[in-house]
């Protein structure tokens, strides 16, 4: 299968400690997002790339997030100094360059506990 | 901006019922619409979608969804409740002038479940 690859599944982690997710989009899809889903709320928007250009961020990625996507294909997320409210799902897609209308498929998402 | 409203975040139905799960929106310019369905600890798997076209959409697992802009909603239905449906259901938009950025804007959710 081809489909969106997100790892860890699952992270616990203590406050204050870093910790970085990655996502494998399809191989033919030049576009990643990366979204965040807390509990009993819908997916949050929190920054686009297309290839390795990080095009838009949301203003919930604060100075303790940064993501990267280099040359152009897995990207990663990374928290520094987690804190309790960054526990969430943490979830990425990808599409091609027909956008919304084509292949925009989300992987299983990793969630993050932060004790 | 834009933004979604879904109409109860808890929907009981009976197996072989009538599915009904609303959805309005806000938006400046006619969105792009979308209902996506998540099953416990996994990603969203896309239901249906509205670009251009005719209004009502037809998905996957007998699901289909109508747009009316008129009323500026995208309700989700299906004739006939398996106990398979019982998952979150999300409807999300997209403004379509962003073109490539092509970002979702989800609702809360409404959560369905189906009893014998």
């Known amino acids: 299968d081809t489909g969106v690859s997100q790892n860890p599944r699952h992270k616990i982690t203590k406050r204050g400690q870093n910790v970085t997710f990655r996502c494998d989009p399809i191989s033919e899809h030049n576009r990643l997002y990366w979204y965040r889903q807390t509990l009993g709320q819908g997916p949050e928007f929190l920054t686009y790339?297309?290839?390795?250009?990080?095009?838009?961020k949301s203003r919930l990625l604060s100075d303790r997030f940064s993501a990267e996507r280099p040359k152009g294909s897995f990207s990663t997320l990374e928290i520094q100094r987690t804190e309790q409210g960054d526990s969430a799902m943490y979830l990425c897609a990808s599409s091609d360059r027909g956008g919304l209308g084509y292949g925009y498929t989300f992987g299983s998402g990793t969630r993050l506990t932060v004790v | 901006a834009q933004s979604v409203t879904q109409l109860g975040s808890h929907v009981s139905v009976s197996e072989g019922a009538l599915v009904l799960l609303r959805c309005n929106y806000s938006?400046?310019?006619?969105?792009?619409l979308f209902w996506y369905v998540q099953y416990p600890n996994q990603g969203l798997q896309l239901l249906l979608k509205y670009t251009t076209g005719a209004t009502l959409v037809k998905g996957i697992n007998g699901f289909e969804a109508e747009f009316k802009k008129s009323e500026t909603s995208f309700h989700l239905t299906k004739p006939s409740a398996h106990m398979s449906d019982a998952a979150e259901y999300f409807c999300?938009?997209?403004?379509?002038?962003?073109?490539?950025?092509?970002?979702?804007?989800f609702g809360t959710g409404t959560r369905l479940q189906v009893t014998l």
């Open positions: 790339f297309q290839n390795e250009a990080q095009l838009e």
């Open positions: 938006s400046s310019v006619p969105p792009y």
């Open positions: 999300a938009v997209s403004d379509p002038r962003t073109g490539t950025a092509s970002k979702l804007t």
